[in-house]
């Protein structure tokens, strides 16, 4: 068996999307002086590798902690989705070849291989996005989520955020900034990406792992 860590760490200063705080991690208490060391944290619910709710974007969406923790675990596939895949196909064309694994999938995780990018101002823009065809195809199945390497499901200068509405409204989560999806040497695996169990969660940051 095999277990892969798909998860960036959380750290000072960490990359974020743009106009969200940036992350602080304080030092507490320590060991030498309190006896004790322990760690403030100042961060958003979704920096780092995490989990997009519908109540991110619906106003009557669901939090992640109304969710079963069923939810957050099952069967995956990853589907290759650099720019070079794509290659101006039609998204809902492009996942239509994949359609007999999507629908024994619980979770799809679309590989652009942008995470190779993380920590440079590169990785902020023009990374391969979901549009509203592919977005509408997925909605489609029955899912549990969709994940990807890079920022953000939409296209990086969005306003409407329509692949986001379209999958949210369905319930299909969204996981984004995943890292080291090329570790996988399967097409299908178990995907895990358990939230934090806070109240009222529009998003969290989570600790993906893909086993096989």
Known sequence: MHLIDLTHPIETNMPVFPGT???????????????????????GTHVGTHMDAPAHMLENGKTLDQFFVSKFSGQACIIPFSH?????????????????????????????????????????????????????????????????????????????????????KNEILIIENLTGLEQIRTQKFRFIALPLKIAQADGSPVRAVAEY
């Open 84 to 168: 070079d895949d794509l290659d101006g196909k039609n998204q809902a064309d492009y996942f239509a070849d994949f359609e007999d694994v999507i629908r024994e999938s619980d979770f799809i995780i679309l590989r652009t291989g942008w995470s190779e990018k993380w920590g440079s101002d590169d990785y902020y823009s023009g990374f391969p996005a979901l549009d509203k065809a592919g977005a509408q195809f997925l909605g489609g199945f029955r899912l549990n989520g969709i994940g990807t390497d890079a920022i953000s499901i939409d296209k990086h200068n969005s306003t409407t955020y329509d692949t986001h509405y379209e999958l949210l």
């Open 21 to 43: 705080p940036q992350v602080k991690i304080l030092q507490f208490s320590t060991v030498a002086k309190e006896g004790f060391a322990e760690k403030e944290l100042f961060l």
